[in-house]
Antibody, heavy 122, light 106 residues
Framework: QVHLQESGPGLVRSSQTLSLTCTVSGVSISSGGYFWSWIRQSPGKSLEWIGYIYYNGKTYYNPSLKSRVSISLDTSRSLFSLSLRSVTAADTAVYYC??????????????WGQGSLVTVSS | EIVLTQSPATLSLSPGERATLSCRASQDVSTLLAWYQQKPGQPPRLLIYDASIRAAGIPARFSGRGSGTDFTLTISSLEPEDFATYYCQQRLSYLTFGGGTKVDIK
């Protein structure tokens, strides 16, 4: 059974860097066919895709966040990480890691972490 | 950016009733659309992908249809556990989600 678990600080100071890790179990993170993603949800709001990393290290980011985001992969520890620089109160959200699957040209998120609430304080 | 507009924002229905949720894309996304259900304090759960294919373990009362710019998620007869918020998501150009439709108990 595939399991994803987010970890990281729940409180980040404004203008600092938000860093989260997603530990993956039950599947090899270096397998092709999966996009390892970060998605966030501000309180009471909808979902916003942040970006993803493919098994070969190639990354794709939401254009609205691209200048501040980095996603990296550590296959030896079976985890991938998010770094979001220069945060403001608008970055306060629940951050989810998720696995996106591609199947016969369709794409979908089939496994999600439980989410990690990150609050940006001034 | 492809914008997904979901309607209505809130749908108030009783158990046993039929729910029809709409998702409209700002441009043609073919069938690259998925639907998710989210309950408070939980991550989203995949219901439908490729516009009309039910995910593993999803009850047959959930169905999706559409292509291009207009999509519908139908719940044929609401069960108590179906009261939740539903999101559509496109994957043609980068990735975006709709604003959600909350299905609550009338």
């Amino acid at each position: 059974q595939v399991h994803l678990q987010e970890s990281g600080p729940g409180l980040v100071r404004s203008s600092q860097t938000l860093s989260l890790t997603c530990t993956v179990s039950g599947v090899s993170i270096s397998s092709g066919g999966y996009f390892w993603s970060w998605i966030r949800q501000s309180p009471g709001k909808s979902l916003e895709w942040i970006g993803y990393i493919y098994y070969n290290g190639k990354t794709y980011y939401n254009p609205s966040l691209k200048s501040r985001v980095s996603i990296s992969l550590d296959t030896s520890r079976s985890l991938f990480s998010l770094s979001l620089r220069s945060v403001t109160a608008a970055d306060t959200a629940v951050y989810y890691c998720a696995r996106e699957v591609t199947r016969s040209s369709a794409y979908f998120f089939d496994v999600w972490g439980q989410g990690s609430l990150v609050t940006v304080s001034s | 950016e492809i914008v997904l507009t979901q309607s209505p924002a809130t749908l108030s229905l009783s158990p046993g009733e039929r729910a029809t949720l709409s998702c409209r894309a700002s441009q043609d996304v073919s069938t690259l659309l998925a639907w998710y259900q989210q309950k408070p304090g939980q991550p989203p759960r995949l219901l439908i992908y490729d516009a009309s294919i039910r995910a593993a373990g999803i009850p047959a009362r959930f169905s999706g249809r559409g292509s291009g710019t207009d999509f519908t998620l139908t719940i044929s007869s609401l069960e108590p556990e179906d009261f939740a918020t539903y999101y559509c998501q496109q994957r043609l150009s980068y990735l975006t989600f709709g604003g959600g439709t909350k299905v609550d108990i009338k």
